[in-house]
């Protein structure tokens, strides 16, 4: 199976900051990853993702790294905005044809002015 | 406008009482999934369709089952509905291939189970 678990249940940073929501992931054979953003009252929102060919993906003024080796992902926000504030699922699937997946437990990002 | 939609948004009912939650999208989508949120848990899978006709169960289905005899439609059905499925459930639809392409998330369905 697959467990998927974000490091920090909240993450506080000032507006303009970086970010960099952190996740980890325990099956070596997961082969797709993706951030969603959820907003009060919502559901989730795709940001961006990522297959394990690849380390790095760039978005608009997002970013995810993966390091298939230690089995770590994460998702950078540059110049951080109070529009940015949400909770960050991270999600990870097995290339099994791609039915499943898994997300993490969730990082509620705050921005303040 | 494509979109994902869920009827009801909320509902509180009684244990016991069979309830069914609607699932429709107009992205002539082959893949739907039910999920479910709980607090410190994040969303877990409960079911998945591939296609019309094409259902599995995902990592939580114990209580739920699903049909899927339309393409645009994928209700979620509580025959007994206990407090232990007291959630906030999404529904969410992609194209062919499943969870490799982006899911579309619903608005949510907020159940209470009393």
Sequence with gaps: ?113 | EAQVTQNPRYLITVTGKKLTVTCSQNMNHEYMSWYRQDPGLGLRQIYYSMNVEVTDKGDVPEGYKVSRKEKRNFPLILESPSPNQTSLYFCASSPLGGVAYEQYFGPGTRLTVT
């Design chain 1, 1 to 113: 199976g697959e467990s998927v678990g974000l490091h920090l249940p909240t993450l506080s940073v000032q507006e303009g900051d970086n970010s960099i929501i952190n996740c980890a992931y325990s099956n070596s054979a997961s082969d797709y990853f993706i951030w969603y953003k959820q907003e009060s009252g919502k559901g989730p929102q795709f940001i961006i993702d990522i297959r394990s060919n690849m380390d790095k993906r760039q978005g608009q003024r997002v970013t995810v790294l993966l390091n298939k080796t230690v089995k770590h992902l994460s998702l950078q926000i540059a110049a951080t905005q109070p529009g940015d504030s949400a909770v960050y699922f991270c999600a990870v699937a097995l290339n099994t044809g791609f039915q499943k997946l898994v997300f993490g437990t969730g990082t509620r990002l705050l921005v303040s002015p």
